[in-house]
Nanobody, 114 residues
C-alpha cells in the first residue's frame, strides 16, 4: 500500500486549496478513504471520510460546509477541496484507507496565514 499526498502550500485566510492523495497497491474502489490532519503539538485528527463508491461522505463539524472530499476511482485518487480556509486549518494533512492501520505517508503541509 502506498499513499502519496500533495497539493499543500501557503494560503491566506479565506483562500482555497485542493489536496490529492494518489493510492496504489490495493483495489482502490473497495475501500473507504479518510483524510486526517495533525496541527503542531496536537494529535492527528480525522477530517473527512468517503465511501468506496464516493456516494457517502462525512465530515467533522469544524470543516462542514468548507471542505469537500471526493474521489476518482479511475485515477486511484482521493481529493480534499478546502475553501474558506482559517488559520486553525494549518496542519499536515494525511490520507489513509478508512479503518486500517496503514503506515502514514509523508503528508502535505497546509499553512493558512496572512
Amino acid at each position: 500500500v502506498q499513499l502519496v499526498e500533495s497539493g499543500g502550500g501557503l494560503v491566506q485566510p479565506g483562500g482555497s486549496l485542493r489536496l490529492s492523495c494518489a493510492a496504489s497497491g490495493f483495489t482502490f474502489s473497495s475501500y473507504a478513504m479518510s483524510w486526517y490532519r495533525q496541527a503542531p503539538g496536537k494529535a492527528r485528527d480525522l477530517v473527512a471520510v468517503i465511501s468506496g463508491s464516493g456516494g457517502d461522505t462525512n465530515y467533522v463539524d469544524n470543516v462542514k460546509g468548507r471542505f469537500t472530499i471526493s474521489r476518482d476511482n479511475a485515477r486511484n485518487t482521493v481529493y480534499l477541496q478546502m475553501n474558506s480556509l482559517k488559520p486553525e486549518d494549518t496542519a499536515v494533512y494525511y490520507c489513509r484507507r478508512t479503518g486500517t492501520r496503514d503506515s502514514w505517508g509523508q503528508g502535505t503541509q497546509v499553512t493558512v496565514s496572512s
